[in-house]
């Protein structure tokens, strides 16, 4: 089992950045992928960024690509999301989610473990 806490989320203006952290009680947290998934208000739950369990490899989806970056210290249990030149239309909750194996998995059910959220938002 795997429980996950995300912190960091605030009320920032467009352009500006923000750092969102999630950690993730267990001794095994090096073993499992870990995401960041984002949903807008009246919107669905859509995939943000993945990252492998050793952290070299990373996988983005187009939206956030080149703004944002996901990172991991399995010292400290914790994943990161860094976002840069932040847009309005990055205004959401974000959530953290852990599942054994490949990280490059952009549907929600393929997850097995998330966190409560951290909201983020961006004004113009």
């Known amino acids: 089992q795997v429980q996950l806490v995300e912190s960091g989320g605030g009320l920032v203006q467009a352009g500006d950045s923000l750092r969102v952290a999630c950690v993730a009680s267990g001794r095994t947290f090096s073993s499992y992928s870990m995401g960041w998934f984002r949903q807008a208000p009246g919107k669905e739950r859509e995939f943000v960024a993945s990252?492998?369990?050793?952290?070299?490899?990373?996988y983005y989806a187009d939206s956030v690509k080149g703004r944002f970056t996901i990172s991991r210290d399995n010292a400290k249990n914790t994943v990161y999301l860094q976002m840069n030149s932040l847009k309005p239309e990055d205004t959401a909750v974000y959530y953290c989610?852990?599942?054994?194996?490949?990280?490059?998995?952009?549907?929600?059910?393929?997850?097995?473990?998330w966190g409560q959220g951290t909201q983020v938002t961006v004004s113009s």
């Open positions: 990252i492998n369990w050793s952290g070299p490899g990373a």
């Open positions: 989610a852990a599942r054994k194996g490949g990280y490059i998995r952009m549907t929600i059910a393929s997850w097995d473990y």
